[in-house]
């Protein structure tokens, strides 16, 4: 999370996280927007979410967990 953090830079005011079920949850301004699992980013497969990480890459898609809806999936090398 440190790394990821730091990648945020100036934004990182409006994020936080919390652990969840051996992992950890991202919330912007209070509302979950991804999850941290196994050193992978799993961004909410929303508009937003697409935006936000469409313009630096190209995501994979996955589920965090099994059982799980697909996220955008973004390995740590490519924070």
Same mark, same amino acid.
């Given at each position: 999370? =440190?790394? /990821? !953090? ?10 936080? #996280?919390?652990? $969840?079920?051996? %992992? ?14 196994? =050193?992978? /980013? !799993? ?10 990480? #469409?313009?630096? $890459?190209?995501? %994979? ?19």
């Amino acid at each position: 999370l =440190d790394l /990821l !953090f730091d990648q945020l830079g100036s934004r990182a005011a409006r994020y936080s #996280a919390r652990r $969840m079920f051996g %992992e950890y949850c991202l919330y912007r301004d209070g509302n979950p927007v991804a999850l941290v699992c196994d =050193d992978v /980013l !799993f961004v909410k497969d929303t508009a937003d979410g697409i935006a936000a990480v #469409a313009a630096a $890459m190209a995501p %994979e898609h996955g589920p965090p967990y099994p059982g799980a809806r697909p996220h955008l999936r973004i390995p740590a090398d490519r924070w």
